[in-house]
């Protein structure tokens, strides 16, 4: 069972540069979550999904933009890269509301 | 808007000590309490929930937690610890009524040293 796979592992753009970050998971859960960790700060939501055509934004969504045209995948794409995006962002997926968060490996983000 | 404290940045333990992470939360309705844990270069793994059942929580590897609404505190604890359980661990809460939206503490770095 791959849980929740998320690629690439790692990433470095110019600024200015587009790129989606890929999110699949195999587990059938309505809920997926986007999350950027940086040192000192825990993770912080940037857009999360209750289901498919269902997306809202979280504490931090500027510069970044989600769709979910499918159950399994929760793509986040970044449209013009910025210094500031440098962090390593986490999928997450649950079953329902307010369970088990399962989340993915992580994708290390550099932009210079 | 909900919050969570954790009080502690870098915690240091002998092999064999106690145990205690703290986490305090602000919430304006009653929350969901997680604790995970991160090893490094690896994503986040449940160690235990509260769900507002049992106030005594216990998770994987040992560890537990404990409810106190009148302290919103919802420290993580283990009695021994061990080489292994050292990472990085994040309290996070979830309202009630909320699509799975966690909000995390910054982490706590566990060392644990012979």
């Known amino acids: 069972n791959a849980g929740v796979t998320q690629t690439p592992k790692f990433q470095v753009l110019k600024t200015g540069q587009s790129m989606t970050l890929q999110c699949a998971q195999d587990?059938?859960?309505?809920?997926m979550s986007w999350y950027r960790q940086d040192p000192g700060m825990g993770l912080r939501l940037i857009h999360y999904s209750v289901g498919a055509g269902i997306t809202d934004q979280g504490e931090v969504p500027n510069g970044y933009n989600v769709s979910r045209s499918t159950t399994e995948d929760f793509p986040l794409r970044l449209l013009s890269a910025a210094p500031s995006q440098t962090s390593v962002y986490f999928c997450a997926s649950s079953r329902q509301m307010n369970t088990e968060a399962f989340f993915g490996q992580g994708t290390r983000l550099t932009v210079v | 808007a909900q919050s969570v404290t954790q009080l502690g940045s870098h915690v240091s333990v002998s092999e064999g000590a106690l145990v205690l992470l703290r986490c305090n939360y602000s919430s304006s309705v009653p929350p969901y309490l997680f604790w995970y844990v991160q090893y490094p270069n690896q994503g986040l793994q449940l160690l235990l929930k509260?769900?507002?059942?049992?106030?005594l929580v216990k998770g994987i590897n040992g560890f537990e937690a404990e409810f106190k609404k009148s302290e919103t505190s919802f420290h993580l604890t283990k009695p021994s610890a061990h080489m292994s359980d050292a990472a990085e661990y994040f309290c996070a809460v979830s309202e009630k009524g909320t699509a799975s939206k966690l909000t995390f503490g910054t982490g706590t770095r566990l060392q644990v040293t012979l």
């Open positions: 509260y769900t507002s059942a049992a106030t």
């Open positions: 587990m059938n859960h309505e809920y």
